[in-house]
Structures are given as structure tokens and as C-alpha cells.
């Protein structure tokens, strides 16, 4: 007899991915193989339940369930908004909560409230032109950065920046704060297009012991 075809998992890698495994191992999914901290794997089976698991950075997920190469993915709804890729989403998992902030020094708060022509510093560009230009009509440049964002208006690289807020401490630290929020953020499940109709009722169950789980969680 043909074997069941995997249902293959794409996870943001740390926290994201940590917080998961935890969610699913309540609902009796399990991956044995992940739990060895020395492994370098990078895909991990369980062959009985037909589940396949693998890491990628945040951003790649989206691409990675788009593509099919994963069936579902695990990743925060800020990488979805950015990414904008042709994918479901199903599912708000409820950790990872935080919030996308246009933040900076006080006296930044006068630049957004006079429409200035101000600089930008982002890890999320389209997020932040989004914002900027069909939300708040007001024309800015984008300079796009890898991390540590809070940097930008500490140096002068730009006036404000646009960037995720969960504890606050980051901004605290270094002297800046939040001067407008633009969304709150959580972790999402996202499911190929084509996988759904195909895998309707393995996806299906899935998402229905999740929401019973989250639900008996509080979440
Ligand atoms: C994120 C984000 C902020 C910080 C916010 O950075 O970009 O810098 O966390 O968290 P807080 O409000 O709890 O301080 P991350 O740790 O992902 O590193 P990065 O600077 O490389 O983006």
C-alpha cells in the first residue's frame, strides 16, 4: 500500500520555533529528532505520524509555503505582512505578541505630526511604505537595515524607524520610544494554497486541535 504523503513544516528558527513544538507536542504531534541540541539536520521526520519538520530564517518562510516545499508554515504575522507571497493564513497562535511602532527620540514626534521629509530606518520596507504612504499620505525615504534598527536615529541615520516593540527595553535603553503604533503582531500558521485543497482534512484536523488547544490555554 502507497504510503501517506508528508505534511511538511516550515519553521522560523528560535523562539518562534521553540514555542511550536511545545503547542504541537500538547496536540500529540511529536519530532524526537528535533529535540537533540548538537544535531546540525537540517530536516526531521516522523515517519509514523508522516510529519516533516525544518528550520529556515523567519523571512524565508513565506517563500518556502508559497513554493509548496512546505505545506505549512510557523512565522510572526509581521514576516507575512512584509513578504506579501501568495500563501493562507489560518491560524493566530497566540505567542509571540508584539507590536510594529514607528519609534524614535521625543522630539522626533513633531516630524510625523508636520508630514516632514524624514528618513526611515527599517528591517521592513514595505511595511514601513505602506504605513507611511497609503496610510499616513506622507512621503519619506526608506533606508532598509539587517538589525539593531535602534542604532539608525541614535547615529543620525535617519530620523524615526520602524521596528517591532515587545518588552520596550530596547527603546528604553537607548533613549528612544514609540511615537506611533501600526499593528499588533503574533505568531501565524500559513498553509499553501494548493496544499489545502489537496491535504483538506490532515490540515483541517490540524487546525481545529490547535484552536481547541489555544482555546483550553486561554489564548
Ligand atoms: C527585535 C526588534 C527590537 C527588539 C524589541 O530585535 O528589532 O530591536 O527585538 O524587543 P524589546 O521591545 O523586548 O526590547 P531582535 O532581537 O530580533 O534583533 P535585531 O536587532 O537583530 O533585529
Do not use: W
Request: charged share 30%; aromatic share 6%.
Amino acid at each position: 500500500m502507497e504510503k501517506t504523503r508528508y505534511l511538511t513544516f516550515a519553521l522560523g528558527k528560535g523562539r518562534l520555533a521553540k514555542k511550536t513544538l511545545e503547542l504541537f507536542e500538547r496536540i500529540g504531534i511529536t519530532c524526537e529528532e528535533m529535540k537533540d541540541k548538537d544535531t546540525r539536520k537540517l530536516i526531521f521526520v516522523n515517519e509514523d505520524q508522516r510529519f516533516r519538520f525544518f528550520l529556515s530564517k523567519g523571512p524565508d518562510v513565506p517563500a518556502y509555503v508559497e513554493y509548496g516545499a512546505a505545506d505549512i508554515g510557523i512565522v510572526g504575522e509581521d514576516t507575512i505582512l512584509e513578504e506579501n507571497r501568495k500563501i493562507h493564513e489560518v491560524l493566530d497562535l497566540g505567542f509571540g505578541r508584539c507590536r510594529m511602532c514607528v519609534c524614535g527620540p521625543k522630539d522626533a514626534a513633531k516630524l510625523l505630526q508636520h508630514h516632514e521629509l524624514i528618513r526611515v530606518a527599517s528591517k521592513y520596507p514595505h511595511i514601513a511604505k505602506d504605513y507611511f504612504y497609503n496610510k499616513k499620505h506622507q512621503t519619506v525615504e526608506i533606508i532598509k537595515l539587517n538589525g539593531s534598527i535602534e542604532l539608525a536615529p541614535i547615529v543620525g541615520l535617519s530620523e524615526v524607524i520602524v521596528d517591532i516593540v515587545e518588552t520596550g527595553s530596547t527603546l528604553r535603553e537607548n533613549g528612544l520610544e514609540v511615537l506611533e503604533e501600526i499593528c499588533p503582531l503574533s505568531a501565524r500558521m500559513v498553509v499553501n494554497p494548493v496544499s489545502m485543497k489537496m491535504e483538506h482534512s490532515r490540515i483541517t484536523k490540524l487546525i481545529t486541535d490547535l484552536k481547541k488547544e489555544l482555546v483550553l490555554q486561554g489564548v
